[in-house]
């Protein structure tokens, strides 16, 4: 079945760096764009990233740009998001997403950020 397995989240100083991954599986994961998402405490979830299936186009939040850095490695079926220069309102949990049709119903539990001195 889909699993999606995010890791890589913990407590950094403001300022510092973090690289999230996900490893998927159960679905051919080189034909399907991937998002990476948020939700902070008492907030809604947002979409932070996304990534087509072959990484030649990448979005970003306009909170986010110039910061964090969406890559993927199809042969490791893994989706990484390069968080730098991290602020306070990054913290939250951070969870990827399958970008099309009935797999974007499938959620990982998530990695916890929290950025704070």
């Known amino acids: 079945q889909v699993q999606l397995v995010e890791s890589g989240g913990g407590l950094v100083q403001p300022g510092g760096s973090l690289r999230l991954s996900c490893a998927a599986s159960?679905?051919?994961?080189?034909?399907?764009?991937m998002k990476w998402y948020r939700q902070a405490p008492g907030k809604e979830r947002e979409l932070v990233a996304s990534?087509?299936?072959?990484?030649?186009?990448?979005n970003y939040a306009d909170s986010v740009k110039g910061r964090f850095t969406i890559s993927r490695d199809n042969a490791k079926n893994t989706v990484y998001l390069q968080m730098n220069s991290l602020k306070p309102e990054d913290t939250g949990v951070y969870y990827c997403?399958?970008?099309?049709?009935?797999?974007?119903?499938?959620w990982g539990q998530g990695t916890q950020v929290t950025v704070s001195s």
């Open positions: 997403n399958i970008a099309g049709g009935t797999l974007s119903a499938y």
């Open positions: 159960g679905f051919s994961f080189s034909s399907y764009g």
């Open positions: 990534i087509t299936s072959v990484g030649g186009i990448r």
